[in-house]
């Protein structure tokens, strides 16, 4: 008779790998490439900030609007809005800084595009990170990444004063409406990109039916809804279209500005 055995749990331990990873393709490729990316955008734009040359009537450049300081050329000035008094003497970008910068911070893609380029935490799936310890979003400084729904409604500003930069572009250098130019063309371009990437936000879709226990209760949510959760499965090309975007039309309106370039005036 053969022996009968009694089922037991085995115990299976991982494999305990030598290298880094098994991989045998380019898996570095994407994290280097999102990495020079992502510094690039970094490093454009503490450059914009200490430019001094933002504004060429009508066009206002991105990273220095809303212009909120009597510093500010009259022109550049949001709705002619200026609180900040002349005892404001660092670069009027500085006052709105803050609200984009913390908005893509937080974002839920960024933050998986600079984990995994900065961070290298991990760079890569199936390759193991050099960090010993990992605790996720639950310490300091990173549980401050849970304020991005916060920075939503800022940037739903910044989306909007962009906009309104972008109707005004439809005038020419003396001021007079009905014309555009190439300049007007780029800022209509990137304000679009921006408020498409602003609604396809995480945040967005929750806010706007997430919560929600019956839909068929809220048609008009449900449909709004269905509409920013369209968006939201292109939130990942969105973030990159629109870094870029924003990028480019902030550096024509300062080569234009500089005398670098000249607007090319369709009509």
Known sequence: MSQTTTDSPVRRQRAQLKVRTLRTDRWWLAPALTFVALA?????????????????????????????????????????????????????GILILGLPAGFRLTCYYYRKSYYRSFWLSPPACAVSEPHKKYSGETRFPLIIQNIHRYFFYGAIVIGAVLSYDAVIAFRNHEGEWGHMGLGTLILVVNAVLIVLYTLSCHSCRHITAGRLNHFSRHPLRYKAWTWVSKLNAKHQQLAWVSMFSVMIADLYVRLVAKGVITDLQFF
């Open 40 to 92: 690039s955008f970094i490093v454009y734009g503490f450059w914009a900030i200490f430019d001094s040359s933002y504004f060429v009537e009508p066009y206002v450049a991105p990273f220095s609007s809303p212009c909120l300081a009597t510093s500010c050329p009259e022109g550049a000035r949001f709705l002619g809005f200026a609180p900040f008094g002349d005892w404001f003497t660092l670069p009027p």
